[in-house]
């Protein structure tokens, strides 16, 4: 079993920058990929991110734009989320996530294994 821990989520206003923050631990050895995906009020869960878990290849969401950057740390077992020029678009809530295999389709809830119990981000305009 993997656990997730989400942190660095808050209130930041429009142009801002947060940096989330997950951070794993049990089965560490397992984890393939991690990703982000986030959640707004009576929408469904929607993409933001993944990487290989040793680094390297990244996937984002469309809406994503170069304003997101996602990485990883293995020696702390932490994955990032560095999330510039915020938008109020931008508020939900964020959730990570973690595979133990390769993803066919970055995109798809179902493709994760385990699951951070989310962090709240809002951007005022």
């Known amino acids: 079993q993997v656990q997730l821990v989400e942190s660095g989520g808050g209130l930041v206003q429009a142009g801002g920058s947060l940096r989330l923050s997950c951070a794993a631990s049990g089965r560490t050895d397992s984890i393939y990929g991690m990703g982000w995906f986030r959640q707004a009020p009576a929408k469904e869960r929607e993409f933001v991110a993944v990487?290989?878990?040793?680094?390297?290849?990244?996937y984002y969401g469309d809406f994503v734009k170069g304003r997101f950057t996602i990485s990883t740390d293995n020696a702390k077992n932490t994955a990032y989320l560095q999330m510039n020029s915020l938008k109020p678009e931008d508020t939900a809530v964020y959730y990570c996530?973690?595979?133990?295999?390769?993803?066919?389709?970055?995109?798809?809830?179902?493709?994760?294994?385990?699951w951070g119990q989310g962090t709240q981000v809002t951007v005022s305009s």
């Open positions: 996530a973690a595979t133990r295999t390769a993803i066919k389709s970055p995109g798809s809830k179902s493709e994760y294994d385990y």
């Open positions: 990487i290989r878990w040793s680094g390297g290849r990244r």
